[in-house]
Nanobody
């Protein structure tokens, strides 16, 4: 598995959680890393992504202002800091890589544009 996502769990509404995506080799090098989520019965949707050299970021409107994506190339790791979580954030979260670069105010990334995926990590927001 080229990417390993972790950090999911049960969190109360309004709480925080940090997800990690670790690459086993040079998978992330020169690539954008994205976080996607998929709730039961729903399609997979992009949450956030970050490019390599310029650290350009994109966020979905549903998480903007609450989530932050961070990249540590020395550790081959990308984090998704989730703050002020809501029940609607409940989903399986996946990380993946793409050769594309996404702009903050550009269109949403599509799952088909990402070619390497990790396994999901489950996030449940509930009291």
């Amino acid at each position: 598995v080229p990417l390993q996502a972790s950090g999911g769990g049960l969190v109360q509404p309004g709480g925080s959680l940090r997800l990690s995506c670790v690459a086993s080799n040079s998978t992330m090098k020169d690539n954008t890393v994205g976080w996607f989520r998929q709730a039961p019965g729903k399609e997979r949707e992009a949450v956030s992504c970050i490019s390599d050299a310029t650290f350009r970021t994109w966020y979905s409107d549903s998480v903007k202002g609450r989530f932050s994506i961070l990249r540590d190339n020395a550790r081959n790791t990308v984090y998704l800091q989730m703050n002020r979580v809501k029940p609607e954030d409940t989903a399986d979260y996946y990380c993946a890589t793409s050769t594309r670069i996404y702009n903050l105010y550009g269109p949403a990334p599509l799952a088909v544009e990402f070619d390497r995926w990790g396994q999901g990590t489950q996030v449940t927001v509930s009291s």
